[in-house]
């Protein structure tokens, strides 16, 4: 691999770079429905499952239209039916999605969360005016969740792969974000925690790519254990 040389850009994954996350959405909906009462079990799930299964690909037609509003519905929507054939009360399916809001993008949120070096890493770029920006294998809500865990401030441009119809490590989704960016693929680095979407993928178009395991213990400069490492880098490309 080429070394590592100033960047104009650095782009980062979401999912395990930026946040942790441990989003499954059959269990988050059937823990949201005990936690408020209505109980969870597995004939619940079956039928959460098999509705989800048999909806997604409308569901990733919404996304592609970048409706916002129009995938919150087919949530709201598919809760509701869930409600409807599992047995509880019509309420019930508000009562859930609320519980599973909070539990997605509240203060106590257990689905989603920050690394501990994500905010002061980002929070140092900015102060070197280096540009920043997303590029995830996520759906429609990517800009929401940045926003809910405050960091969407740092990001100029945001690509979430089930809007732009390429996923990571297909080359489409980085020359959609390179294009935004208005800048060449030699001059940014990309960073994420997978070596075949995000470090093979980021390479294939020209990227320079930096993979994060936060359990790394050995001496590449291309895997890091740590966004603060970024740093370092910039400071030896200087």
């Not at 239209?65 to 995938?71: F, H, K, N, P």
């Not at 989603?112 to 429609?140: H, Y």
Request: glycine content about 8%.
């Amino acid at each position: 691999m080429p070394p590592l040389t100033s960047p104009q850009v650095i782009s980062f994954d979401c999912a395990q770079t930026l946040l942790w996350v441990d989003w499954d959405p059959v269990r988050l909906a059937c823990q949201s429905a005990t936690d408020m009462g209505f109980g969870g079990d597995s004939r619940a799930a079956e039928i959460y499952g098999r509705l989800l299964k048999t909806r997604w690909a409308e569901y990733l037609t919404l996304n592609e239209a970048a409706d916002e509003d129009a995938t919150d519905a087919w949530w709201a929507r598919l809760g509701q039916d869930w409600v409807s054939e599992v047995g509880w009360p019509e309420d019930a399916a508000s009562i859930i999605a609320q519980r599973a809001t909070a539990k997605l993008y509240g203060p106590n949120a257990d689905v989603f969360g920050l690394f501990p070096d994500t905010l002061p890493t980002l929070q140092a770029l900015k102060e070197r005016g280096v540009r920043m920006a997303v590029v995830s294998n996520w759906d429609i809500s990517l800009d929401r969740t940045l926003r809910a865990f405050g960091i969407d401030q740092f990001f100029e441009v945001t690509v979430a792969s089930m809007v732009v119809n390429s996923e990571k490590p297909d080359a489409g989704i980085f020359q959609h974000a390179l294009g935004r960016l208005g800048v060449e693929s030699a001059d940014v680095w990309h960073v994420g925690d997978d070596a075949v979407a995000d470090a093979q993928g980021a390479r294939q178009v020209g990227m320079h790519s930096l993979l994060i395991d936060r359990e790394y213990a050995g001496d590449s400069p291309y895997v890091i254990s740590s966004l603060s490492t970024i740093l370092d880098h910039l400071d030896a490309c200087n």
